[in-house]
C-alpha cells in the first residue's frame, strides 16, 4: 500500500469507523452484561474458542501460505465489527446485545488478539519476520479504544448529534473499508490473482461458518432467537479494518492483511444472504409473533 495511505490514512480510517462506534454506545451496554449473562458468555466462547479453532483447522485443510494463515487467524481473533449492529437491526436481532457484545469484546480483543496472532507467528516459525509486541499492542488499542471513549463522550453530551451522525458514519466506515480492500489488493501487484485465489474459499467458508455457528450454538443452549441472531452477527461480522490495521503498521506485512481484505469484501454479501435465510427460512415466523406481542 501507499505509504500516505497506510501510514496516516488507516490510522484515520480506523478511527472514524470506532468514533462511530462509540457514538451507539453507553454506559449501560457494559452493565447490561451483568443482566444477560448466559448470551454474552455464549456468544464469547464462540468468538474468542471455536473461532479460532476453526479457523486454524480451515487454514490446515486449505494448506495456506504461513503469512496468509496469520491473517486469517488475525481476523479470528478480531472483535465484532460495527455493522454487526445494523445486520442486527434488519434481520431482527437484539441489537442491544449486539452492541453490549461488541463493547465487551473490544476491551478482551486486547489481550486474546496478540495472543491467538503471536500463537500463529510462532506455530509457523515466522517469528523472525513479524511479531506483535506488548508496544505495539498498546499503541493499536490507543488508536481503536480512544475514539470509541470520544464517541461515548459526545453521545452523552450531545444524543441528538450523535443519533445524526449515527448512519453517515456506517456509511463512510463501509466506503473506507472498500478503498481499503482495493487499496491492499493493488499493493500486492502480481501476487493479487495467487492470493485471491489461495484465500478466496478460505475466507468464504470462515464467514459462513462463522455467522452458522454464531446462530446455532446460542440456540442450542436455549438463548432465544433475537439472542442468537445478534450473536450470529457478532461473530461473522469481524472487524477487518482491525485487522489490516495491525497487519500492515503493526505487523509489516502487507501479504497478512489479504485474508483481512478479502473477507471485508465478502463478508457483506455473505451476511445479507444470511439475514434472508435466517427471516425467510429458519425464523419465518419470529417477526410476526414480535410484531403481534408489541400489538397486544
Known sequence: MDSALSTVGLPIALGIIMFGLGLSLTPDDFRRVARHPKAVTVALACQLVVLPVVCFGLVTAFDLDPLLAVG?????????????????HLFRGDVALNVSLTAINSIIAIGSLP????????????????????????????????????GMLVRAKSPGFAQRADKPVRI???????????????????????????????????????????FFVPRLVGLTPA???????????????????????????????????????????????WGVVLTRVLLPGEGRRRAASRTS
Open 72 to 88: 486469517m487467524l488475525l481476523l479470528a481473533a478480531s472483535p465484532g465489527g460495527t455493522s454487526a449492529n445494523l445486520y442486527s
Open 172 to 214: 463512510a466506515s463501509a466506503v473506507i473499508l472498500l478503498v481499503l480492500v482495493l487499496g491492499i489488493l493493488a499493493s500486492t501487484g502480481s501476487d493479487a490473482g495467487d492470493y485471491l485465489a489461495q484465500v478466496g474459499a478460505a475466507a468464504t467458508l470462515f464467514c459462513v461458518v462463522s455467522l452458522v455457528v454464531g
Open 115 to 150: 495472543l491467538i496472532t503471536n500463537l500463529a507467528i510462532a506455530h509457523y516459525g515466522l517469528d523472525d519476520e513479524v511479531s506483535l509486541q506488548f508496544r505495539k499492542v498498546v499503541e493499536v488499542f490507543v488508536v481503536v479504544l480512544a475514539p470509541v471513549l470520544v
Open 227 to 273: 439472542q442468537a441472531v445478534a450473536s450470529s452477527f457478532e461473530i461473522g461480522v469481524h472487524n477487518a479494518t482491525l485487522a489490516i490495521y495491525v497487519a500492515v503498521e503493526v505487523l509489516d506485512d502487507t501479504a497478512i492483511s489479504v485474508p483481512a481484505a478479502v473477507y471485508g469484501l465478502l463478508m457483506f454479501p455473505l451476511a445479507a444472504v
